[in-house]
């Protein structure tokens, strides 16, 4: 299913200060409120209206106009999964963000560890008196 949320939709769901159950504690939540829970709790509070539309929206009537109950859970439904797809799209990049900084830092680690290889190869190259002259410059302050 594809839902959307329209700027329409949300200018309405001010107007009528819409709220949602909360399934994880009860009681009711505004649509600021909705940010800050988990995607599963809200995945559950969008199945709950989901489920309620299916019930309110059988009708055996030809052409019977759509309920203005119908249009509320419809409207609350497109928010509660709009800030599921968001939240999810979120932890996405984040995720992908992570994953990118984890190997750029593995590629620093091999590119260090090249250095070092690279080093002690013309430390093996040096004749043992250029090495013992090395050595001796270290040794002095």
């Known amino acids: 299913m594809n839902y959307q949320m ?7 769901s001010d107007r009528f200060k819409d709220r ?3 399934p994880a504690k009860g009681g009711q939540l505004d649509r600021e409120q909705l940010w800050d829970l988990s995607i599963p709790v809200l995945d ?3 199945l709950a209206l989901d489920n309620q ?7 055996f009537v030809p052409n019977a106009q759509v309920d203005t109950a119908n249009s509320e859970i ?7 999964t709009y800030i599921i797809q968001t939240k999810h ?11 990118e900084q984890a190997a750029r830092t593995q590629e620093q680690q091999e ?12 430390l093996l190259s040096k004749s043992p008196e250029e090495l013992k002259a090395m050595l001796e410059k270290t040794r002095q302050p």
Do not use: G, H, P
């Open 6 to 12: 329209t700027l329409q939709e949300y200018v309405k």
């Open 44 to 46: 559950q509070i969008a």
């Open 74 to 80: 419809q409207r609350k439904l497109n928010i509660v």
């Open 53 to 59: 539309l299916q019930k309110t929206s059988k009708t």
């Open 89 to 99: 799209y979120e932890q996405q990049a984040a995720k992908l963000q992570t994953q």
């Open 111 to 122: 590119i260090l560890q090249a250095l070092e290889l690279v080093r002690r190869q013309e």
């Open 20 to 22: 949602f159950d909360n």
